[in-house]
């Protein structure tokens, strides 16, 4: 083919797909234009998980009647002039590509008065088409209706993932800006059912308590205004940076990291090597694989950040990364020290380095992020190495890691029969976490957890099948106050985690009581039980294609089976070693990750220099 330069109408599409890759984007550009202009109040409306409808409506300042048309050309914006601007950025947007993009990809209609204009201007995009413009009657500021997204691009609606999932992502959307600006009243509607909202008072505790629940809110720790100035720090760069927000107290823990939420100039954004100094913070503190909760804010000279390395603005460039990752981690940490009332670390808080060293250049470490740090192992070594393995065990991103390609010998489904499982001798267990055993072919090790859910899964499975669940009524049923997010799930899968072995039912607003519980949960906490699993179908790990009952499924038995860090006896391992062996699948968990890595009696006199 020779080389022609694309029509215009598709190079739009193109250009529009690195910035709305779903509804929840489209609801992110359209929420921060509001803030952008200046809003105090926006209101969010779906339908459909966003794919048939998203309305979002603000009091801000408007877009005059001239400049309405031009709004949707690509790289038009008011908020940035000249290149030096992009040092200084101090909006949420800066591209001008958001309304081009979205206009490229739907069908809009805009309707914007500033207050002292007299009427509203109202413009119709269709697939980048401007179908219509006129004078129109509204009130002051903006609404932006966006219908049928990606009704001109196949492909893409393809991938949209079912309503409740798509509206879940809106909701995290949403309910992460309200934390950013409490003073801002926020709130969405789902189907024409008010699911979250803030009342703008400015006080970041009732955002979080909209949020996260005012029982989870009650259990969290402000952070107050930390600055750190660092003496290392280059002379040029002379505002310190400022961390505040509010951190949990080590009672309140999570399964999963995604609630652990930084604000950059109160810009959301993602960040893993942040997130990992907030994990740092609470070493010793929490139990190994569990999760602090955070809402962080960031405060930082703008020109010390750059905001322009990603097409949606998840992620941002620090100039200085160690120094922000040492800010946030001190914070935390002296906030988690002080309100703790037995400091199991010592009285005072651990020079950051000694927690920090831990991560970065360990051999083992298969974290797919890194630690600004170097390689030295501080004194938090084995744990923080520890804590990695757990981690990654229940991140999913096994297939990202360097290095799992590299050790093929090491991964079974070699010999014969690949689903298969030869017979094992246990022979121990290393680090609380890994059974070895010894097959016809050489040394097996096992993952207890891993191996653990595949056995659960399975039983689970079959006895879904018979519908013969068994559950454990509970004595006093558990109160458990829901974030409106999870309220939301529990409400769409209430049937299929009845089937699974919940027994829950609505008590006013999004309060639940539960009244049992699946019996393979043993003495787990029931409501904390219920709130990790909700956390972990959100989080994502699980194969995207699942089915939901699938998904409630997996995530019981994540939450059910023996973790890392549990010594079993040895009867404990032969029986279970025998019950995976008795699976239909014991080579990987349900997750898809392996249970078992093999190393072949091959491999073992290579390795060795037995052979010739
Ligand atoms: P950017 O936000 O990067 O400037 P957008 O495509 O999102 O680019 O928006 C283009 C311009 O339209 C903005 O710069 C702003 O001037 C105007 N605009 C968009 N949404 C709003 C709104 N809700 N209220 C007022 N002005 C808006
Ligand atoms: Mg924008």
């Known amino acids: 083919m020779s080389i022609k330069v694309l029509p215009p109408d598709v190079a739009a599409k193109i250009a529009a797909g690195e910035v709305v890759e779903r509804p929840a984007s489209v609801v992110k550009e359209l929420v921060e234009n509001a803030i952008d202009a200046e809003a105090r109040t926006i209101r969010v409306e779906i339908q459909a998980g966003g794919k048939r409808l998203i309305q979002v ?20 914006t008011s908020k940035l002039a000249s290149i030096e601007d992009l040092n200084q950025v101090t909006t949420l947007g800066f591209r001008g590509e958001a309304l081009a993009s979205i206009g490229a990809v739907s069908q809009l209609t805009l309707s914007t008065r500033p207050a002292e204009q007299a009427a509203a201007t109202r413009i119709r995009i269709e697939g980048a088409k401007q179908v219509s413009q006129g004078a129109a009657g509204a009130p002051a500021g903006t609404i932006i209706t966006v219908e049928n997204l990606f009704y001109n691009v196949p492909a893409r609606l393809k991938f949209l993932k079912a309503n409740a999932t798509e509206a879940g992502h809106i909701h995290r959307i949403v309910s992460h800006y309200a934390l ?15 699911t979250f909202q803030t009342n703008g008072n400015g006080q970041l ?8 629940s005012l029982q989870t809110a009650r259990q969290m720790i402000e952070v107050e205004n930390h600055e750190v100035a660092d003496q290392n720090r280059s002379p040029e760069s002379s505002q310190p940076v400022t961390v505040y927000g ?3 107290s080590p009672s309140l823990h999570r399964g999963a990291r995604d609630q652990i939420i930084f604000f950059v100039n109160k810009r959301w954004i993602q960040d893993r090597a942040l997130n990992q100094a907030v994990v740092q913070a609470y070493h010793t503190f929490l139990p190994v694989g569990r999760y602090p909760v955070a809402v962080l804010n960031i405060e930082i000279d703008p020109a010390e950040v750059d905001v322009n390395v990603h097409p949606t603005k998840a992620e941002v460039k620090f100039r200085e990364s160690r120094l922000i990752f040492k800010a946030v981690q001190r914070a935390v940490r002296e906030a988690v020290v002080a309100a703790s009332p037995v400091p199991t670390y010592g009285a005072h808080p651990a020079p950051s380095a000694d927690i920090a060293g831990g991560l970065g250049g360990h051999a083992g470490d298969s974290v797919p992020w890194h630690s600004p740090f170097g390689g030295q192992h501080g004194s ?7 804590e990695a393995q757990r981690a990654l065990s229940g991140s999913g991103e096994l297939d990202s890691q360097p290095g799992y390609q590299a050790t093929d010998d090491w991964l079974v489904g070699e010999p014969s029969d690949p689903t298969k499982m030869p017979p094992m001798r246990v022979v121990g267990q290393i680090q609380q976490m890994y059974i070895i055993t010894e097959g016809p072919d050489g040394l097996y090790l096992i993952d207890q957890h891993a191996a653990h859910e595949r056995v659960l899964y399975e039983k689970l499975v079959a006895q879904k099948a018979k519908e013969a669940v ?6 006093e049923p558990a109160v458990l106050e829901l974030a409106p997010g999870q309220a939301a799930v529990v409400d769409a899968e209430l049937e299929m985690l009845t089937a699974v072995g919940f027994e829950i039912e609505p008590f006013g607003g999004t309060t639940y009581r539960i009244r049992a519980i699946p019996e393979i949960l043993g003495q787990a906490e029931p409501g904390q039980a219920l709130v990790d699993i909700l956390a972990e179908m959100a989080d994502g790990a699980i194969p995207l294609a699942r089915e939901t009952h699938e998904k409630i499924a997996i995530t019981v038995c994540k939450r059910a089976s023996i973790k890392g860090g549990q010594v079993l006896s040895y009867e404990e391992m032969r029986e279970l070693v025998r019950q995976l062996e008795d699976t239909s ?3 990987t968990c349900p997750h898809g990750r392996p249970t078992m890595l093999h190393l072949s009696a091959a491999q073992l006199a290579r390795e060795f220099g037995r052979t010739h």
Do not use: W
């Open 180 to 194: 950013a600006y409490p003073h801002v009243r926020f709130s969405l509607q789902n189907e024409n059912r008010t």
């Open 470 to 475: 068994p559950k454990q009524q509970l004595l």
């Open 205 to 212: 505790f009732d955002a979080l308590a909209a949020v996260f």
């Open 57 to 76: 409506m603000d009091d801000g300042c408007g877009i005059p009647e001239n400049e309405v048309s031009l709004a949707f050309a690509r790289h038009a």
């Open 380 to 386: 938090g070594f084995n744990q923080l190495g520890f």
């Open 585 to 587: 699948a014991p080579r």
């Open 246 to 248: 509010y951190t949990g």
